[in-house]
């Protein structure tokens, strides 16, 4: 049943922004793409990740660097979630929410126990220990290992978003982390059990196999019917539902703009009556009705705990409007013209030429309205540029580019080497080639960030309250 279940939601549309940000950062790894005034999305999946002293990675693989410390003593389950920063949990284990086990497995000399789960709203956690007496995170392939110092089999896991820490060494010797893993959809399942497969335990190669059986804590469902709107009325937001937890809620709401090919995306601050804010940790599912004439995204944002004495929230969104990327076949007769969807900004490339193992890019950048582009800007967009693998792109029928690459190697990308100026407006790109084999001209083309030459616009609507007791 479990199986079923998860079929059924591994169908369902993924958020194509918040996936785009969350491949971007991770295959930029630690590039600065963005502006600092220009922030693409405040319910994002990156939100899940951000603040915490222990390193943390996203489900998809996508990692910040790992912090090498050593725990004093195996601390217990609350102590362990509070070392690892993983707000949940420790939520959970202060109020005895959190069950121990004591499920091992032993493979390769390495014995693995998932010590704790817990099943809060649509959050599933776990933490394991790890022991061996020749395991070590010194000796692990650096160029080749995960930096969470574990990896999970098969890829029902790796398609459940969420949080892991990296691998903690213990006084002991023996190694701890934590997982957390988002199911989606309407109906999720009371009782559930948790597939996890380890294939890597920090320089130890082997198979641990867990079937985890978790029960949903008490929930409490909200049908909401409130709705805020723009001055002009041409954005609207609609709240459906609330679902509350104990120590998380899910927000589920409708977005509605109208279709003009400029990407948008929605921040939205949260307060109780008694002004404390609820934490926005990130997105879940996403479905997108379309029309000539409006777009309407059906979206689901978790929020961390709403206090038991809250009366009511108050909603506060904000629209964030972007120049969606444009993306273009590099092999064309020279000099081409890239325009933004808005048609301000053009690139006009001036030659493409393989050098060896690099492949560099001539281009000039050009508004059309002189609008004046900070020089700050003209990097960023330098900076955005990637090459991705033609076959990879899909485009729909309102010529909006959208990306199928959750299931296939970051490589369909390739990192910007270096850029530079030539001389005003005049730019070349740098891109290396030496993971690429075979490097063939007509199977790639140009993604070209026109969002990062000018100010996001930022859209204020209504705010909306929502009563809760």
Request: aromatic share 6%; proline share 4%; hydrophobic share 35%.
């Amino acid at each position: 049943m479990d199986k079923e279940w998860f079929d059924r939601k591994h169908n369902e549309e993924l958020p194509r922004d918040e996936i785009m940000n969350a491949i971007q950062n991770g295959m930029n790894a630690g590039r600065k793409m963005k502006r600092r005034n220009k922030v693409k999305s405040g319910v994002k999946l990156s939100a899940w990740v951000s603040g915490t002293a222990a390193s943390v990675v996203l489900a998809s693989g996508f990692v910040f660097s790992p912090v090498n410390t050593v725990l004093a003593d195996v601390p217990l389950i609350g102590k362990l979630y509070e070392q690892l920063n993983l707000e949940i949990g420790k939520e959970l284990a202060a109020s005895n929410l959190v069950t121990e086990i004591n499920e091992k497995a032993t493979s390769n000399g390495v014995d693995v126990t998932v010590t704790s789960a817990f099943y809060d709203g649509n959050i599933i956690g776990v933490t394991i220990k790890a022991e061996g007496e020749d395991l070590s995170l010194e000796a692990m392939d650096k160029e080749r290992s995960p930096e969470t110092g574990y990896s999970l089999a098969g890829s029902d896991q790796e398609q459940l978003p969420g949080t892991r820490t990296v691998l903690e060494k213990v006084k002991d010797g023996s190694y701890v982390a934590a997982l957390e893993f988002e199911l989606s959809g309407k109906e999720l399942p009371k009782n559930y059990t948790l597939p996890l497969t380890f294939n890597l335990m920090a320089n130890k190669k082997g198979t641990w196999k867990f079937d985890i059986p978790v029960t949903q804590l008490p929930m409490k469902k909200i049908e909401l019917n409130a709705s805020g709107a723009s001055k002009d009325g041409a954005h609207k937001m609609e709240l459906t539902s609330l679902s509350i937890g104990k120590a998380t809620a899910t927000l589920d709401f409708m977005v509605s703009h109208p279709v003009d090919g400029v990407e948008e995306s929605v921040n939205i601050k949260v307060l109780d009556d008694k002004g404390r804010r609820v934490e926005v940790r990130g997105a879940g599912r996403a479905t997108i009705d379309q029309n000539e004439l409006l777009i309407k995204k059906q979206r689901e944002t978790q929020l961390g705990k709403i206090e038991d004495d809250a009366e009511y929230l108050m909603v506060y969104p904000e629209v964030v409007r972007d120049e969606m990327p444009i993306i273009e076949p590099l092999n064309q007769s020279f000099p081409y013209e890239v325009s933004s969807l808005n048609g301000v900004f053009k690139a006009v490339v001036r030659n493409i030429e393989k050098k060896g193992n690099e492949l560099v890019i001539d281009y000039e950048i050009v508004s059309s309205n002189n609008e004046k582009i900070k020089e700050d800007w003209y990097k960023q967009f330098a900076d955005g540029i990637n090459l991705i693998q033609t076959s990879k792109v899909i485009k729909t029928d309102d010529l909006q580019p959208q990306y199928n690459l959750l299931s296939d190697s970051p490589d369909s990308f390739l990192v910007i080497n270096k850029s530079k100026e030539l001389e005003k407006d005049h730019f070349r790109t740098t891109f290396n080639l030496d993971r690429v084999k075979n490097f063939n001209i007509d199977e790639y083309s140009l993604m070209l960030p026109f969002g990062n030459l000018s100010k996001d616009e930022r859209i204020k609507l209504e705010p909306i309250k929502v009563q809760i007791n």
